[in-house]
């Protein structure tokens, strides 16, 4: 007998890891967790964005997107503009492209939209004359690893127009909205508005909107509305038109809305079944109308979260 024990003893761990893996394995909220990371990577980078594009919107307006993310590109007879340069390997990629498209035409100015550092790394290997963004941006990249980003020559502060031989762009400031730095870029002659991080089209935004304090990003919203314009060029997905333009902003309204008036309704929950019907009366309408824009089903739960917290504790 005793010489059969340590048999048992392997035969038993064995079956208490297999038991263990298993329960790991079927877990329903591990399992709902993986499931979600897969399909934000899918929300991500969708398969029609994958790799690196030169788009033509209007004559000498363009856009360079490498995957998720879309930055502006100007033509100027004093040479090219560029809005965000995003990471070394897209500034990289898009100096390839323009030594292509554009050999021997320097960049003018490059530009940031805005202090978040996902839009304005490695930009130094497009040599631009200038960097222009809004003062407040090397405030905020201060506590962060920032060695690669070339430091602004010119800063800004509110409204601005740049002029570089004879192409107006007009730089709308937002703000406390999305950071407290962010610009959207208007082209009046070409009709187009380069909006970053504050419109998308028919796309719920990544992770339901980081960093952004609601009455202004609504201000922000209406700011852009007003403008006369016919394309627009988010920084992230798809390019669009005015209409999407409106339609994001009636979509991050109707959110805002139903999430204002049913914390305001209900108050905030004393039990399980309130938290429920809270989250269901502001989940179901939205779903009704937006479940197939780009992404519903990855980023509605943040968006929703924020949204119903904002609403009650005030940002
Ligand atoms: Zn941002």
């Known amino acids: 007998m005793p010489r059969h024990r340590p048999l048992f003893v392997v035969a038993l761990v064995v079956v208490l890891a297999l038991v263990a893996t298993v329960a790991f394995v079927v877990d329903r909220p591990v399992l709902m967790h993986r499931m979600l990371a897969a399909?934000?990577?899918?929300?991500?980078?969708?398969?029609?964005?994958?790799?690196?594009?030169?788009?033509?919107?209007?004559?000498?307006?363009?856009?360079?997107?490498?995957?998720?993310?879309?930055?502006?590109?100007?033509?100027?007879?004093?040479?090219?503009?560029?809005?965000?340069?995003?990471?070394?390997?897209?500034?990289?990629?898009?100096?390839?492209?323009?030594?292509?498209?554009?050999?021997?035409?320097?960049?003018?100015?490059?530009?940031?939209?805005?202090?978040?550092?996902?839009?304005?790394?490695?930009?130094?290997?497009?040599?631009?004359?200038?960097?222009?963004?809004?003062?407040?941006?090397?405030?905020?990249?201060?506590?962060?690893?920032?060695?690669?980003?070339?430091?602004?020559?010119?800063?800004?502060?509110?409204?601005?127009?740049?002029?570089?031989?004879?192409?107006?762009?007009?730089?709308?400031?937002?703000?406390?909205?999305?950071?407290?730095t962010l610009y959207s870029i208007h082209l009046p002659a070409s009709r187009v508005v380069f909006a970053p991080d504050l419109a998308f089209v028919r796309a719920l935004p990544p992770g339901g909107m980081p960093d952004y304090f609601t009455p202004g990003f609504l201000a922000a919203l209406d700011r852009v509305e007003a403008l006369d314009f016919d394309v627009l060029i988010p920084s992230h997905f798809d390019v669009g038109t005015k209409a999407d333009f409106s339609a994001f902003r009636a979509f991050f309204r109707f959110v805002n809305t139903l999430a204002t008036d049913e914390v305001a309704r209900r108050g905030w929950p004393e039990s399980a079944a309130d938290g429920e019907a809270l989250f269901r009366a502001v989940y179901e309408p939205v779903r009704e109308r937006y479940r197939d824009w780009h992404g519903f089903d990855e980023m509605v739960m943040p968006l929703l979260i924020r949204q119903i917290t904002g609403a009650a504790l005030g940002y």
């Not at 856009?63 to 990289?92: I, N, Q, W, Y």
């Open 39 to 180: 399909r934000a990577g899918e929300y991500l980078v969708p398969a029609h964005l994958e790799g690196f594009a030169l788009d033509t919107h209007a004559p000498g307006v363009h856009s360079f997107r490498d995957g998720f993310d879309r930055g502006l590109l100007v033509e100027t007879t004093e040479g090219l503009v560029v809005v965000d340069p995003f990471s070394a390997k897209t500034a990289t990629r898009l100096k390839a492209a323009l030594d292509a498209r554009f050999p021997g035409r320097p960049v003018r100015a490059l530009v940031y939209s805005h202090a978040h550092l996902d839009h304005v790394r490695g930009g130094a290997v497009l040599a631009p004359r200038e960097v222009i963004a809004h003062e407040r941006c090397t405030l905020a990249w201060r506590d962060f690893p920032a060695d690669d980003i070339l430091a602004p020559t010119r800063t800004l502060a509110g409204d601005a127009t740049l002029t570089f031989g004879g192409v107006e762009l007009r730089l709308v400031f937002h703000g406390r909205s999305h950071g407290d």
